[in-house]
């Protein structure tokens, strides 16, 4: 893809009203997730979800890309087509994930980098080569007593520069995400000061690989207490606080935020990015939306529960989140607007 080619995909990756659905679980976190339907996690149970998902009329209203997994890009919807056309012809990017999954870091107990660098230009070029116009590369940062160390947040920041340069040489947009991790009992305070130091190194990694912002996406967690902390702050709180953080790290020259949903319920993270939207609307550089796995798939999971009988209802499930999602990026969504369009 040329220079404009690559502007053009990250563009429209968050057009307005429009994000990213993450269905690029590894084959381990699906299972985990068919766990908690009863569903075992054969290939074939596996492409029948993504097929459902996919399907769904009127998808591509809310959603720009779908974040595909090695062994789902490779796979075919029920009527012949491979995902990635079917995706294509309903006007939504296919995307790919191409880490291979956090690792122990070595001498550095409880932390993680994530690995994938080796091979990674043939792997792009073959993805390119496949249709995948855009990537993913999730690095984990965990808060802890003593952590993160600052060789974990160096690690994972240049890990996250090499992949971006590489992604845009193979013609890529790369989705450049550091999750700071909510597990824990950090307070909101301390999940924004780990949030800043990480951006920051991130920032500075894709200066030094020389990427190009303007073609490249950032998928940031949002500013929010450990789950396991007493006191947890409030919806504006979470707004005001994850945007002063972008403001102070991110160049405007990025093309687009995206959140990861990250283990908040489906409702929460929504009320989160339309409380964003809300507050600062068209005084931010970016526009800020969302790439959402469990926060879009949840309900339409446990609808499905692994039966061709309960297709139409997951898939209703999943273009419900989608469009409530879609108003929180133009910050008109509300739980009104949730009741009233499932009474619909
Ligand atoms: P969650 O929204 O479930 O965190 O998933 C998004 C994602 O792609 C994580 O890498």
């Known amino acids: 893809m040329s220079a404009p080619e690559?502007?053009?995909?990250?563009?429209?990756?968050?057009?307005p009203g429009k994000g990213i659905l993450a269905a690029d679980e590894s084959t381990g976190t699906i299972e985990k997730r068919f766990a908690g339907i009863k569903v075992e996690s054969t290939e074939e149970n596996r492409r029948a979800y993504r097929d459902m998902l996919f399907t769904t009329k009127g998808l591509g209203q809310y959603i720009s890309g779908v974040i595909l997994y090695d062994e789902t890009i490779r796979q075919k919807s029920a009527n012949g087509a491979l995902f990635v056309e079917l995706l294509a012809n309903n006007g939504i990017l296919p995307g790919i994930k191409v880490d291979t999954g956090a690792k122990d870091l070595a001498l550095c107990a409880g932390e993680?980098?994530?690995e994938g660098l080796d091979n990674l230009a043939k792997r792009c070029a073959e993805y390119a080569k496949m249709g995948a116009k855009f990537a993913k590369w999730r690095a984990v940062i965990s808060i802890g007593q003593y952590i993160p160390s600052s060789t974990c947040i160096a690690a994972s920041a240049h890990a996250l520069g090499r992949y971006a340069a590489i992604c845009q040489?193979?013609?890529?947009?790369?989705?450049v995400e550091p999750e700071v991790l909510m597990d824990g009992d950090h307070t909101v305070h301390r999940c924004e000061e780990v949030t800043e130091w990480t951006l920051n190194a991130v920032y500075e990694a894709l200066y030094l690989n020389r990427v190009t912002l303007e073609h490249s996406i950032l998928k940031p967690s949002m500013v929010i207490a450990g789950k396991d902390c007493t006191?947890?702050?409030g919806v504006e709180e979470v707004a005001e606080r994850t945007v002063r953080i972008l403001k102070r790290t991110v160049p405007a020259a990025v093309a687009g935020i995206v959140f990861l949903s990250g283990g908040q319920?489906?409702?929460?993270?929504?009320?989160?990015l339309n409380a964003m939207n809300q507050i600062f609307a068209y005084r931010l550089p970016w526009p800020l939306s969302f790439s959402y796995g469990r926060a879009l798939q949840q309900p339409s999971l446990k609808a499905w529960k692994g039966a061709a009988a309960n297709v139409a209802a997951a898939q209703s499930a999943l273009l419900h989140r989608a469009h409530m999602n879609s108003l929180a990026c133009l910050g008109r969504y509300s739980a009104n607007e949730e009741k009233q369009a499932l009474a619909a």
Do not use: R, Y
């Not at 319920?265 to 989160?272: F, G």
């Open 6 to 15: 690559l502007a053009a995909v990250a563009q429209a990756m968050v057009a």
């Open 112 to 114: 993680k980098v994530t």
């Open 169 to 175: 040489a193979a013609g890529l947009v790369p989705i």
């Open 231 to 233: 006191e947890q702050a």
């Open 265 to 272: 319920s489906d409702e929460v993270a929504t009320a989160h």
